[in-house]
């Protein structure tokens, strides 16, 4: 296999079932989608899980990529996707309170936090946390980020302001 073919020619070959060019495709973006997974999910365990169930979507799915975006944003909107699911199936919705845990977060925490983005953005209720992550870090709009989650707009900027007020606070020395 040689790993210097064209980007879209391994697409490609992957698209028609070639495992070999998958696996690069996996090399190539596995680590990416990791950190999305990361910041979304809250912690390492669960990241792991989805990006697994994310690379299953990509294999069934990747014949409907007609590449209009890079692969990576592709695998992005399916990572979104997959949380999103989980999210629904395990009964949790996206516009939970915010949690204790920051508002009693001590000053020694916050100086631990203030140097981990991902261990306060863990501490944020799973909506607001979705909604931080896709606005904030990917740019998705507040329209967008209501489609994709089903909550409406303001709903989307609603979560977004506690979780920028809840992590100023986790965060603030």
Excluded at 133 to 148: C, F, N, P, R, T
Aim: proline share 2%; net charge neutral.
């Amino acid at each position: 296999m040689n790993d210097v073919a064209a980007p879209d020619d391994i697409v490609r070959r992957a698209q028609q079932g070639d495992v070999s060019a998958f696996e690069i495709l996996y090399r190539t973006h596995a680590a990416a989608v990791f950190a999305l997974c990361r910041r979304m999910a809250g912690n390492d365990r669960d990241a792991r899980d989805l990006v697994q169930d994310v690379f299953v979507r990509a294999w069934e799915r990747l014949r409907t990529f007609r590449g209009e975006s890079s692969l990576l944003t592709w695998l992005h909107r399916l990572a979104v996707n997959v949380f999103l699911g989980d999210l629904r199936s395990a009964s949790r919705h996206p516009t939970d309170e915010l949690s204790d845990d920051i508002a009693g977060t001590t000053a020694s925490d916050r100086i631990d936090n203030r140097l981990d983005l991902d261990a306060a953005l863990a501490r944020l209720p799973a909506g607001a946390r979705t909604v931080f992550v896709l606005h904030d870090i990917h740019g998705y709009s507040h329209q967008e980020i209501a489609q994709m989650t089903g909550i409406a707009a303001g709903t989307a900027r609603a979560q977004l302001w506690r979780a920028r007020r809840a992590l100023l606070h986790a965060l603030e020395p």
